[in-house]
């Protein structure tokens, strides 16, 4: 019998932690997939974030570490230049990557450090209980901001692809969705290549994921994909906003 | 091997290289920056990796990353930095990886001052971040004794999977004096076969995960009882001291690093008038010599702490005299080091 | 034997590398020896001074507070650490510089014309090595070779052109002392 479809092998048989509905799972899929395209499962060493994502270092099949909130890249960075040919990811939220893990990231593009970052941006702080996060759109309920996000208290959310898009150690920065099909087939083409880039020692890497967080959005599943669609990516325009293969966009 | 005059903080540097050191990570802050400046000559040429990173938040962080990855690694500051540097020390105690942190302590709190000070000896002793764990820390009181005790923190750090602290003071990083170099070739000492280290699964044994979150209380609790098994273990074999005069002595000072130098010429000044004084002189802070001060409180009259600050070590010192002698203090604070002539003066009132 | 020398003056004079020249001869002649300096926000043309200690028995303290010898070079310094000499201590200042007299009486005194004596070799930047010739001459501590071994070795191949006017220098030092 012919196999026509097999979990990846970069994925442990761990049953997710994440809430019905949340598209972390599907996040997860997509790294793993790329990492078993490139055969790197052997050689990927990961780094698990603080956040919804804390657990990642069960999920993956590779060697994995945790790190403090925010300081992702940093760790990634310490292993990258102890080991040059491995392969390094981090998967970080937008608390921890936005917010208080801002150096960091910002810092990590800048020295083009030849590492991969999974952004998953849900405009919500999740395993905290729905806090506002760096992300979360103007007028957005959540736990600390109960009237919505004001502007004049809180300034606009930050986009951080176009930002790290503008950093010369960049070679990739893109933003996709994975709320329907025909988005998780782009998404998927996008983190292959960011993995691509470290591999051919482009530079820094980037893909930030608009995911749904339907527990703390205060919605079903199917209306926090929609409202992906039709709040969140007005806001956070999808594309590529830096391929250093094919120069700017 | 030949004798070189090296500054305390370059001597260090080149100690770390030649213990198998070969990434660091730091953030410029007077009066450790020739440590970072030598790295970053030394490093390339040894093959090694030195970075300047963003902040000591993220120096101490890719520590973590590179010591997850099994390399050799270290970091240094002062104070101030030392102080941002605690979360990650924490995450680190707790993962139970491996590093060399150096401190030259300045006058604090807050910004305070860039002057010689033992201000941070809590922070040192007791931890410093958040959790239940304690730190080797390993207090040189000479250029030379600095490169024997570099090396002796990887070579414990390794052994013990724990970070392990040097903690000098602004003197020791900033003076010269004669050193020599282990001389056992550069690339010699590889790090040890590290088989909890993440650098790539191949299926062959289990995964490697580097962490210190465990949330189930009773699970985090049996790692919590592991480390302080490895913590009793520690003290057990690891506690370090050097005792001078104290067989007849009526007086025993008590002091660590630099301090202690000083302490030694009030002495030599205080024999000569003949003072019975002595010395116990704890080179590990953490585990403490709480040992030979019991001893030394079954002959002595009373003892002598000495420090640059407001009373720290005092503190251990108490509790290992356990209230059966005096325990005096004297100690200036803020970058201002105490005279000969002050310790002396001191000596004559506590004798 | 144990000696304090305390050397200090403003950025620029040589005043640190006076030091770590007395450290180096010190430790090729096997003694005991320890150079500290004094730190602060980098400044170029600030104080600078710094403490060396040359002994034979291992060297307690690493601060100079009480110097046996001081080598003053500025005015500045002068009056800031003349006080602070042992009793019966020296004293060598730069009288090129230092248009006033030490008042100290319970200790000796020498003046040294360093710069007018560097510029009649010819080069006004030895003048920290006329200091330092005239205070080997008086004190005797290291043999004038071992200074200028030190020095050698910490100009490097590159800079063996200068070791003539220093050898001068460190000659024309000791003259005018004895």
């Known amino acids: ?48 974030p603080v956040g919804c994502a804390v657990f990642a270092y069960n999920f993956f099949a590779v060697d994995m570490m945790q790190a403090a909130h925010g300081r992702a890249p940093a760790v990634a960075t310490g292993i990258k230049r102890a080991l040059p040919d491995r392969i390094v990811f981090t998967y970080q939220g937008d ?53 919505g996000r004001k502007e004049e208290l809180c300034g606009k959310p930050i986009r951080m692809s176009e930002i790290i898009a503008q950093m010369d150690g960049t070679a990739y920065a893109a933003r996709v969705s994975v709320h329907d099909p025909r988005h998780v087939m782009e998404a998927k083409k996008a983190i292959r290549r960011a993995f691509e880039a470290q591999r051919g020692g482009e530079g820094f890497a980037m893909v930030e994921v608009l995911s749904t967080c339907p527990t703390n959005w205060g919605m079903t599943p199917i209306e926090a994909l929609k409202w992906v669609a039709t709040d969140m990516i007005p806001y956070y325009p999808l594309g590529v906003y830096k391929d250093s293969s094919k120069g700017a966009a | 091997m030949a004798k070189l005059l090296m500054k305390g903080n370059e001597a260090i540097a080149e ?31 040894v093959g090694g990796t030195f970075l300047q990173a963003e902040s000591e938040v993220s ?77 080797p820390v390993l207090a040189p009181s000479s250029v030379g004794e600095a490169v024997e005790l570099t090396r002796k923190a990887f070579d414990l750090a390794d052994k013990y999977r724990t970070p392990v602290i040097v903690l000098g003071d602004g003197m020791i990083g900033q003076m010269m004096e004669p050193v020599e170099l282990p001389d056992d070739g550069e690339s010699a000492r590889e790090p040890e076969s590290k088989p909890w280290a993440a650098r790539g699964w191949d299926g062959s044994s289990p995964r490697a995960i580097i962490n210190s979150l465990y949330i189930d209380p009773s699970v985090l609790e049996q790692h919590n009882l592991a480390l302080q098994r490895k913590f009793a273990e520690i003290e057990k074999a690891e506690t370090s001291f050097a005792s001078e005069r104290v067989e007849d002595a009526d007086l025993v000072i008590a002091a660590y690093g630099t301090m202690a130098r000083i302490a030694r010429s009030a002495i030599r000044m205080a024999r000569a008038e003949g003072l019975k004084v002595g010395m116990i002189r704890p080179v590990t802070l953490w585990p403490f010599p709480s040992e030979p001060f019991a001893q030394a409180a079954r002959t002595a009259k009373a003892f002598l702490t000495v420090e640059m600050s407001a009373g720290q070590m005092v503190d251990d010192v108490r509790l290992a005299v356990a209230g059966r002698k005096p325990v005096h203090f004297y100690g200036r604070t803020g970058g201002m080091v105490p005279t000969v002539r002050d310790v002396l003066s001191r000596i004559k009132e506590a004798v | 034997m144990e000696k304090r020398i305390l050397i200090a003056g403003f950025g620029g004079q040589g005043v640190l590398l006076m030091g770590q020249l007395l450290s ?102 030895v003048a920290n090595m006329v200091m330092l010739g005239a205070f080997n001459a008086l004190t005797e501590l290291l043999p004038a070779e071992s200074l200028l071994e030190a020095l050698r070795e910490t100009l490097g191949s590159g800079k063996e052109h200068l070791i003539p006017v220093n050898q001068q220098a460190l000659a024309a030092g000791a003259e005018s002392v004895v």
Not at chain 2, 25 to 37: H, K, L, V
Not at chain 2, 115 to 135: E, I, K, V, W
Request: one cysteine or more.
């Open chain 2, 59 to 135: 120096a101490i962080n890719m520590v973590y990353g590179a010591s997850g990855a099994g390399a050799r690694v270290m970091t240094s500051s002062s104070g101030p930095g030392v102080s941002l540097k605690q979360e990650g020390i924490s995450y680190l105690a707790g993962a139970q990886l491996p590093c060399v942190i150096v401190n030259i302590m300045r006058g604090g709190p807050g910004l305070g001052s860039i002057q010689p000070s033992q201000g941070d000896y809590y922070q040192a002793t007791r931890g410093g971040g958040h959790g239940d764990y304690r730190l």
């Open chain 1, 95 to 147: 608390g921890d990557l936005a917010s208080i893990g801002m150096a960091e990231i910002m810092h990590a593009a800048a020295r083009g450090e030849k590492i991969t970052t999974i952004f998953v941006n849900n405009a919500i702080y999740g395993m905290t209980g729905g806090q506002m996060a760096p992300t979360t759109l103007v007028g957005q309920v959540t736990t600390t901001s109960p009237y």
């Open chain 3, 24 to 125: 180096k001869a010190g430790m090729h002649e096997n003694m005991q020896v320890c150079w500290m300096p004094s730190y602060g926000p980098e400044m170029r043309g600030g104080e600078a001074n710094c403490g060396v200690v040359l002994a034979d028995e291992p060297i307690g303290s690493p601060l100079v507070t009480e110097p046996d010898v001081a080598i003053l070079m500025n005015r500045p310094s002068l009056d800031k650490f003349e006080p602070s000499i042992a009793p019966g201590g020296t004293l060598l200042y730069n009288s090129s510089l230092i248009d006033a007299e030490p008042s100290r009486t319970d200790i000796k005194v020498y003046d040294v014309p360093c710069n007018d004596i560097a510029v009649k070799i010819g080069n006004a930047r």
């Open chain 2, 15 to 45: 100690a770390a290289i030649r213990a198998g050191c070969r990434c660091f990570f730091g953030y410029p802050i007077t009066p450790q920056n020739q440590i970072p400046e030598y790295m970053s000559k030394r490093m390339p040429q």
């Open chain 1, 1 to 48: 019998m012919a196999v026509v479809f097999e979990k990846s092998r970069s994925l442990t048989d761990e049953i997710l932690t994440y809430c019905p509905g949340c598209t972390h799972g599907i996040i997860h899929r997509l790294v793993a997939e790329a990492i078993d395209d490139l055969g790197a499962q052997s050689s990927t060493i990961g780094v698990a």
